[in-house]
């Protein structure tokens, strides 16, 4: 079998991975001649560059990939497509629903699982690790992925590996910008939502379309809504059936009101499903911080939170339950400038210090400008490296609590493996 992946982002370069693991050929394209390969598995492969200044063609043994162009033929040859999500919507995506030619509708076993998607602006692969411990405990074989962003394997992951694993229950995270995606390429049979918050408004524009496009989304489908939020009143018009959820009344082993949502989300679903309380409230006791996300180190005098919190509501959420001495602060991509807005919530929280490092990009100017118009009187430092950050915390490890959050999934681990080294050797 032969596969075309159009766009080489994110999803794109997943998907190119997961179908030469699965044994396919693959025809990959992207017209950025300039696009990050970075991530592209392409081991023992016999590689053959051909470039001139505006193409570039890579030709490998079981995979070609074209940069600056499309070779309209190549992508006729193949058995499946496989396009960025974000393309879902547009004319090419359109001829090829057309044609049933999307890899979802040539390999389509995993629509026959039952499938249960979580969605929403912050906590979503907590809430998904959260329901997977659960329903692994119950004896339910599941299969999870889905978002890219959530450290997941991505979709068509989840699709190839359905196709030839043996599972009772698919488990998808769902990024609030693939909706319509998502929607399409898979069978969801119950949908929870963590909340609604201001992220990817580069996508979105507005919180009135990410509405809308979550009602298109939960059409027809069993959904879970947090009791205590101002939700479109449209949802439950739209679902086949509306189920609050609460916060979580047990203790956990994570920090934060917003965990306790995220472990009743978690919780409601699987009293749906029958599951027993007692099964739950043991699971969710010896449930641990999903890594990348927000978790707490002890080094010196100072507790040390680490996660990432790339959004404005998900910082605002931390700092509403603790203080902080200082804040350090992930910086987005050049084109999320939007996402700058966390340092517009740090300001009014005014730390004594407020340290900048590259999260995605290195957008440290943008920020510093950002929290100079903003009158912030504190210490701004910024930094470069993961031992610059280290050596910040060891100053400030004997004040009450610091924060390293912000942008950067990768970068965010890598601070919290060498922080998790420090406090165990202290």
Not at 66 to 78: K, R, T, V
Not at 357 to 373: Q, V
């Amino acid at each position: 079998m032969r596969a075309a992946v159009i766009g080489l982002g994110v999803e794109g370069k997943k998907a190119v991975n997961s179908l030469l693991r699965h044994g396919w050929d693959v025809y990959a394209t992207d017209l950025n001649i300039n696009v990050d390969l970075d991530g592209l598995e392409l081991p023992n492969l016999s590689m053959n560059m051909i470039e001139d200044t505006q193409t570039v063609s890579i030709v490998g043994d079981n995979i070609t990939v074209d940069l600056g162009f499309s070779n309209s033929y190549a992508i006729e040859e193949c058995d499946a497509i496989a396009i960025s999500p974000s393309m879902f919507g547009g004319a090419f995506a359109e001829r090829l629903l057309e044609k049933n030619e999307l890899l979802s509708n040539v390999v389509s076993k995993h629509k026959d699982l039952f499938t249960i998607g979580i969605t929403g602006t912050n906590g979503k692969t907590t809430t998904v690790h959260m329901l997977k411990s659960i329903l692994e405990s119950a004896g339910r074989k599941v299969l999870v992925g889905g978002n890219g962003g959530g450290g997941f394997s991505g979709y068509y992951d989840l699709i190839l590996e359905a196709n030839e694993g043996d599972y009772d229950i698919l488990l998808v995270e769902v990024c609030d910008m693939t909706l319509d995606f998502a929607n399409y390429c898979f069978d969801f049979d119950m949908v929870g939502l963590t909340n609604i918050g201001n992220d990817h408004m580069d996508v979105h524009k507005t919180i009135a379309n990410y509405k809308d496009s979550l009602v298109r989304f939960f059409a027809g489908k069993t959904i879970f809504t947090a009791f205590n939020q101002d939700f479109n009143s449209d949802f439950k018009d739209s679902a086949s059936k509306a189920i609050p959820y609460f916060e979580y009344q047990d203790e956990l082993q994570l920090f934060g009101k917003f965990n306790l949502l995220n472990a009743g989300l978690a919780t409601a679903i699987a009293r749906e499903l029958k599951i027993s309380k007692d099964l739950i409230r043991e699971t969710l006791a010896d449930f641990k911080a999903v890594q990348g996300r927000l978790d707490v180190y002890k080094i010196n005098d100072a507790d040390v939170y680490v996660g990432k919190t790339d959004n404005s509501d998900a910082l605002a959420s931390i700092l509403a339950e603790k203080n902080f001495y200082a804040l350090f602060i992930g910086t987005p991509r050049h084109n999320e400038v939007h996402r700058l807005d966390i340092l517009d919530v740090a300001v009014n929280y005014n730390p004594e210090v407020i340290v900048l490092f590259p999260g995605l990009d290195d957008t440290l100017d943008l920020a510093i400008y950002r929290l100079n118009s903003l009158g912030y009187m504190g210490n701004i430092i910024t930094v470069n490296t993961l031992d610059q950050i280290i050596e910040l915390v060891a100053e400030y490890s004997h004040e009450d609590a610091i924060l390293i959050g912000g942008n950067g999934q990768e970068t965010i681990i890598e601070i919290q493996e060498r922080i998790k080294l420090i406090s165990e050797k202290l």
